[in-house]
């Protein structure tokens, strides 16, 4: 007797917000400048009558952050992971959807043609742009290490070797988790506590 067992992948969630540039605040001069804006904005909330509506208060904190951040930061870039993937090929995607339309609306020969002949044009070009990304990005790791740039050759090759990863932070040790958290608390308190302490004080 065998028995068979229906797997469900759980899909990723799906983060739709804002993510600011956090890495700019290893500048001085741009850490300074988030904490004059997020200061200010919070002195500007003192003055505003609020009522001792909690979400209110929190929303105030959020938006105020946020829009603190934004102008300050920045958001940050997505990593493109084809970057080939141009205006032009897109167009190609567009006309090989619209051709299967056609032939899932009428499963004619002609239109069964046109597919087939629309499916090989993309291809071909979607071949030929990677080639044409794969060779520059070899010719950029040749100079790098025709120059010693040392540090960007192994970042290509990594690429190359190891092709897109999703980044997944886990906590392997708890000793060194807990030793992280106290300083990472500091961090957070040095940047909001100033702005939270002029909102409720």
């Given at each position: ?105 009428n499963p004619s020969?002609s239109n069964v ?89």
């Amino acid at each position: 007797m065998r028995e068979r067992l229906a797997v469900n992948k759980k899909e990723a969630q799906k983060f739709d917000g804002e993510r600011f540039n956090l890495r700019k605040l290893n500048e001085l001069e741009v850490k300074e400048k988030y904490q004059i804006e997020i200061t200010n904005r919070f002195a500007a909330l003192e003055n505003v009558d609020v009522d001792k509506d909690v979400n209110r208060a929190w929303e105030n904190i959020k938006e105020n952050t946020k829009t603190s951040a934004n102008e300050s930061l920045g958001l940050k870039e997505l990593k493109q992971h084809k970057p080939w993937l141009d205006k032009e090929c897109l167009d190609f995607l567009d006309r090989r959807k619209q051709a299967k339309m056609q032939w899932i609306q009428n499963p004619s020969r002609s239109n069964v043609d046109n597919l087939n002949n629309v499916r090989r044009d993309a291809r071909r070009h979607f071949r030929n742009k990677k080639k044409a990304y794969l060779k520059a990005k070899i010719e950029e790791l040749e100079t790098n290490s025709k120059i010693n740039n040392i540090r960007d050759l192994y970042r290509g090759t990594n690429d190359f070797k190891k092709g897109y990863q999703p980044r997944t932070i886990i906590v392997k040790e708890e000793r060194r988790f807990g030793c992280r958290l106290p300083q990472y608390y500091d961090e957070v308190e040095e940047l909001f506590l100033p702005a939270i302490e002029c909102t409720w004080g």
